[in-house]
C-alpha cells in the first residue's frame, strides 16, 4: 500500500468514526428538553430570545459567537478576541445560513450542526476533521 493510499484509507477511518460519533451524539441531544432538530437536521435551543427582525441569506450579520467540538474542544471564538464578527450570511456553512434566520436581533442560540451542514468531509483544521459535528453559540447582535 503505498503511503497516499495509507493516508486516505486513514482520513476515511477518521471521518467514519467521527460520523458516527456525531450520530450518536446528535440523537441524544435531539431529546433533551429544548433542543429543536429542523427538517434539514440542525439541532438548536434558544439560550435567550431576542425582538428584533430576523436576518435574510443575502445580508451582512455580526455577532458573537463561540465554536467547538463535541469533545468541547474550541476551535474559534470571537467572543474570546473580543471583536464581533461580521459577514454575507449566505457566506458561511450551511447550518449557520439556517439557524441564523430563526434568531431575531439580540437572540442567543446554540447550534448543533451535523456534518452535511457545516464542512462535510473536509479536514478543516486539526480540531474540525472530516465529518466533525459542530457546536456553536452565537448572538446576533445585529445585520445590514
Not at 435551543?45 to 435574510?56: I, S, Y
Not at 434566520?101 to 452535511?116: A, E, N, V
Not at 465529518?131 to 447582535?141: G, H, K, P, W, Y
Amino acid at each position: 500500500m503505498s503511503v497516499s493510499d495509507k493516508l486516505a484509507q486513514m482520513k476515511n477511518e477518521k471521518a467514519a468514526a467521527n460520523l458516527a460519533l456525531g450520530q450518536e451524539f446528535l440523537a441524544k441531544n435531539k431529546e433533551r428538553e429544548g433542543v429543536i432538530e429542523t427538517e434539514s437536521g440542525l439541532q438548536y435551543e434558544v439560550l435567550t430570545m431576542g425582538n428584533g427582525e430576523k436576518p435574510w441569506p443575502t445580508h451582512n450579520v455580526t455577532c458573537h459567537y463561540h465554536g467547538t467540538v463535541i469533545d468541547g474542544t474550541i476551535f474559534d471564538s470571537s467572543v474570546q478576541r473580543g471583536v464581533p464578527a461580521t459577514f454575507p450570511l449566505n457566506m458561511v456553512i450551511k447550518g449557520w445560513t439556517e439557524g441564523l434566520q430563526l434568531m431575531p436581533t439580540g437572540s442567543k442560540f446554540r447550534f448543533f450542526i451535523p456534518p452535511h451542514l457545516g464542512y462535510g468531509e473536509r479536514q478543516v483544521s486539526a480540531v474540525i476533521g472530516p465529518n466533525s459535528t459542530l457546536i456553536f453559540d452565537v448572538e446576533l447582535i445585529s445585520f445590514k
